[in-house]
């Protein structure tokens, strides 16, 4: 079973983004094999992964029915499209990638979708008022599917990069649904105090992607390829961790990182080595 007797009454579950071990190249079956003998409740898989899937012949049903007998949640799927740009053109176009996005999560039995500001972060000058009317009607397409889409906000981006940007556009849609996926690298790259997060609720946070980022290089120049393993880094993911308790936060936390290092390094190694980072963190945090 994926979900061992040490997590038994944690608040959290532990989730693998494919990201992390993406240099590997591995297939998607191999990933799930390896995310659950790893020990993860989840996996957060590319929608280009199960693009490649499908195209080889593989069923989207029968590989949600392998990862559920696996044993693993396929809690969120990350793909790409430009929900939120002001195009009208460009925006319909978007629309329909995430009708086919979230039919493809539907298919896998995926719960959500995740909505970046994909095609608006050079827009300096979005108005956070239309994009809560673009989210709220992305998150009307999401009913019709069974998927709900996760609003998530980009560090690296000029509109749409910090958390309280992301709470506006949440809580100004109008939408119960509404929700955000949370980055501790992106908080950091966009300079989102982590103290924001004493103001979500149980239910504003749907996921939070979880890494760790060195004091060097700064801010202003830090990439996504600079993020490590939970714990290794200066990021303060104790105070994050219990103010996401203190919330009702019981969601998964997804360990994302793009850390070339650990692409050349044997997938199962690194998968095992960001659980028990996280684990440990976590540990450190809720003194369990």
């Given at each position: 079973?994926?979900?061992?007797?040490?997590?038994?009454?944690?608040?959290?579950?532990?989730?693998?983004?494919?990201?992390?071990?993406g240099?590997q190249k591995?297939?998607?079956?191999?990933?799930?094999?390896l995310?659950?003998?790893?020990?993860?409740?989840?996996?957060?898989?590319?929608?280009?992964?199960?693009?490649?899937?499908?195209?080889?012949?593989?069923?989207?049903?029968d590989?949600?029915?392998?990862?559920?007998?696996?044993?693993?949640?396929?809690e969120?799927?990350i793909?790409?499209?430009e929900?939120?740009?002001?195009?009208?053109a460009r925006?319909?176009k978007?629309l329909?990638?995430?009708?086919?996005n979230?039919?493809?999560?539907?298919r896998?039995g995926?719960?959500r979708?995740?909505?970046?500001?994909?095609?608006?972060t050079?827009?300096?000058d979005l108005?956070?008022?239309?994009?809560?009317e673009?989210?709220?009607?992305?998150?009307?397409?999401?009913?019709e599917?069974?998927v709900?889409p996760?609003?998530?906000f980009?560090?690296?981006?000029?509109s749409l990069?910090?958390?309280?940007?992301?709470?506006?556009v949440?809580a100004?849609?109008?939408?119960?649904?509404?929700?955000i996926?949370?980055?501790?690298f992106?908080?950091?790259?966009?300079g989102s105090?982590?103290e924001?997060?004493r103001?979500?609720?149980?239910?504003t946070i749907?996921?939070?992607?979880v890494?760790d980022?060195?004091r060097r290089p700064p801010?202003?120049e830090i990439?996504?390829?600079?993020r490590?393993?939970?714990?290794?880094?200066?990021?303060p993911?104790?105070?994050i961790l219990r103010?996401?308790?203190r919330?009702?936060?019981?969601?998964?936390?997804?360990?994302e990182l793009?850390?070339e290092?650990?692409w050349?390094?044997d997938?199962r190694?690194?998968a095992?080595?960001?659980?028990?980072?996280?684990?440990?963190?976590v540990e450190?945090?809720l003194?369990e």
């Amino acid at each position: 079973m994926a979900t061992s007797a040490s997590d038994a009454g944690r608040p959290f579950t532990y989730c693998l983004n494919t990201s992390t071990i993406g240099g590997q190249k591995l297939s998607l079956i191999d990933e799930l094999k390896l995310t659950a003998a790893a020990g993860y409740n989840g996996i957060e898989p590319w929608v280009r992964e199960l693009d490649a899937y499908a195209d080889g012949g593989g069923s989207l049903e029968d590989l949600g029915k392998r990862a559920a007998d696996l044993g693993l949640a396929i809690e969120n799927l990350i793909g790409f499209f430009e929900w939120v740009v002001d195009d009208e053109a460009r925006r319909a176009k978007a629309l329909d990638e995430a009708r086919r996005n979230m039919d493809i999560a539907r298919r896998v039995g995926c719960p959500r979708l995740a909505a970046p500001p994909m095609g608006a972060t050079d827009a300096a000058d979005l108005d956070l008022n239309a994009a809560a009317e673009r989210y709220r009607a992305l998150l009307e397409i999401g009913e019709e599917y069974g998927v709900t889409p996760v609003l998530e906000f980009w560090g690296h981006s000029k509109s749409l990069c910090r958390l309280g940007e992301a709470l506006f556009v949440a809580a100004q849609c109008g939408r119960r649904d509404a929700c955000i996926l949370a980055d501790v690298f992106h908080m950091y790259k966009g300079g989102s105090p982590y103290e924001g997060l004493r103001l979500v609720g149980a239910d504003t946070i749907a996921l939070l992607h979880v890494n760790d980022f060195p004091r060097r290089p700064p801010r202003a120049e830090i990439t996504d390829a600079a993020r490590v393993y939970p714990g290794d880094g200066v990021a303060p993911l104790h105070v994050i961790l219990r103010d996401l308790q203190r919330a009702g936060f019981h969601g998964p936390l997804s360990l994302e990182l793009f850390n070339e290092t650990y692409w050349k390094q044997d997938a199962r190694v690194v998968a095992e080595t960001g659980l028990r980072k996280m684990r440990e963190v976590v540990e450190h945090a809720l003194g369990e």
